[in-house]
Each structure stands twice: as structure tokens, then as C-alpha cells.
């Protein structure tokens, strides 16, 4: 039998990664801001449902944290009702949130003050690989914590990395979506100028898909952008956010990142046009926009 953990937040992400644990065996009580959502999660995967974050941290060996940014982390672990209250002392906490590097170097040392122990330990594969215990998770802070966490970690993630100390998984993890976000948005741009151009746009990805011009973000967003399908796989609002953290760590490094400020900019003109709980391919949208033309 695996060790009991205490999961909060069941969100796109959170809800198949909290199922993974389950099925590896790991006795897993969940908490989410939404009761309705963590009842039904419950039923379908067993487990048991907590009234508080406090509350599902009691009796966990580990506590793992999949929320929206740094304020809800902070909330979740050390508010009123904080997981912090509710757990042993030695206890491991581990955030797979995308937040702020700063804000995870401050939350981990507020709890190692406490006695536990924090890994800042995003994740990157989407909700596809979020459900069959594939991600790629990169963790920072001590070794002895890593170690701990790696049967955790095995039955949510395939790719699993130590990168280095508290906060250096939150800097990998967001340098790495600023990437995604701007081969997304120049796969957008590419076929708006097809399009506008007058060429078959589904020859045009063909092409891309056996060249160079071959991507990840290809395999997964051409054919949603052709259907004006943005079913949230990871939603505009959180890329965005993703993004403006990663260009605050350049600006930090004296580093510049043009690409992600320019894909910054047309994500924001997307969130303008309402569609911040759209999947961020409806990046295209603004590019459609922007140039006048629809695919």
C-alpha cells in the first residue's frame, strides 16, 4: 500500500494526476474549492473528500498542491485553514502549481520553518498526459526531499527531473511554456498567411508536420485552430500568466526574451476578446483579427 497523500485542487490537471495516485496504490483524500467537484471525483476514484485543506493534510504523509497561481498556494498551505495547520510535523509538501519562483522560495521556507519539507514541482504535458501518468515534472529543493518524493512523482510523471533548489523547477517550468506559447502562437500566424495567401492551409501542415517546421505544438493545435475548436486542454488565462512570469525572470536576468513578449501581447489581445477559459490555441483568433482574415 502506498503512502496516504492529501491532494488539493482537481482542476484540469489536478483531478487526473490526484486518479494516478490512486491507481498506484496511494490512499488519497482530496480537497477542491469546489465540493460538487471533489464529491464527484470521489465516487468515480474513491478516496476520501475533506471539508479544508487542513483537513486532508491530517494524517498525510505528503500533501500535493495543483492550484491556479501563488496567492491560491499560499492560501491553501498557510492560511486559516492551510494544509500547514492540519499536518505532522516532517510532513511533505510538494506544489506542481505554475507560480512564481519567488512566491515558491517563500512558501517552502515558511514551511521548512515549520518542520516539513517543499518541493516546487510543476508539471508540463497537458491534461493528455496528465491522465495516463505521463508528464514531465521538474522539481527544485533538497535531494533528500526529491528522494522521497519520487514514488510520487512515478506514478503521476514518465519525464522526472531534479533541477536544482527551491524556485529552479518554477524558472524551468515557465521558460519552457514561454516556448510553447510562442511556437503557438507562430503556428497561428502561419496559417492565417496561408490562408491569406490562398494556399490549402491542411497541405501547409502537412508540410510542417514532415519538416523542420515540425512541433509539438503543431501535432496538438493545428487541427483545433482549423476547426475553431478551443476546448480547454490548458486555458489562455493561465498561459498568459505563464508567460508574463517567465518574462519577469529575463527582465530579472538582464536577459531579453522577444519571442514570448511578442506572444505575450497577441495572448493578451485574446483575453481581450473574452476567451480567457478557452484553450490558448484561441490565440488565433487575434491573429485572425489582426490580419482581417478567418481560416
Wanted: charged content about 20%.
Amino acid at each position: 500500500m502506498g503512502e496516504a497523500v492529501g491532494f488539493i485542487g482537481l482542476g484540469i490537471m489536478g483531478s487526473r494526476m490526484a486518479a494516478c495516485l490512486v491507481r498506484a496504490g496511494h490512499e488519497v483524500t482530496v480537497w477542491n474549492r469546489t465540493r460538487e467537484k471533489a464529491d464527484a471525483w470521489a465516487e468515480e476514484h474513491g478516496g476520501r473528500v475533506a471539508a479544508t485543506p487542513r483537513e486532508a493534510a491530517e494524517g498525510a504523509a505528503a500533501v500535493i498542491s495543483m492550484v491556479v497561481d501563488g496567492p491560491q498556494v499560499d492560501r491553501v498551505l498557510l492560511g486559516e485553514d492551510g494544509a500547514v495547520h492540519g499536518a505532522a510535523e516532517g510532513t511533505l509538501f510538494v506544489d506542481c502549481s505554475t507560480i512564481a519562483p519567488a512566491d515558491a522560495r517563500r512558501i517552502g521556507r515558511a514551511l521548512e520553518e515549520r518542520g516539513h519539507m517543499f518541493l516546487d514541482a510543476p508539471v508540463t504535458g497537458s491534461s493528455p498526459k496528465a491522465e495516463t501518468g505521463t508528464l514531465t515534472i521538474m522539481a527544485g529543493g533538497e535531494g533528500r526531499a526529491f528522494a522521497r518524493a519520487r514514488p510520487l512523482f512515478d506514478a503521476m510523471g514518465e519525464v522526472i527531473l531534479h533541477v536544482g533548489p527551491m524556485g529552479d523547477g518554477q524558472v524551468v517550468k515557465v521558460i519552457s511554456n514561454a516556448v510553447s506559447a510562442s511556437n503557438c502562437a507562430t503556428l497561428a500566424q502561419a496559417l492565417v498567411v496561408g490562408r491569406a495567401a490562398g494556399v490549402d492551409v491542411e497541405a501547409l501542415v502537412q508540410v510542417m508536420a514532415n519538416g523542420s517546421a515540425n512541433s509539438t505544438m503543431l501535432d496538438l493545435k493545428a487541427a483545433p485552430m482549423l476547426a475553431h475548436d478551443y476546448t480547454p486542454l490548458f486555458k489562455l488565462a493561465h498561459m498568459v500568466k505563464d508567460v508574463g512570469l517567465a518574462l519577469e525572470e529575463g527582465l530579472a536576468a538582464g536577459a531579453p526574451f522577444p519571442s514570448a513578449a511578442l506572444a505575450h501581447e497577441l495572448y493578451a489581445a485574446a483575453m481581450g476578446r473574452g476567451l480567457a477559459e478557452q484553450d490558448f490555441a484561441c490565440v488565433l483568433e487575434a491573429v485572425e483579427g489582426l490580419a482581417g482574415v478567418k481560416l
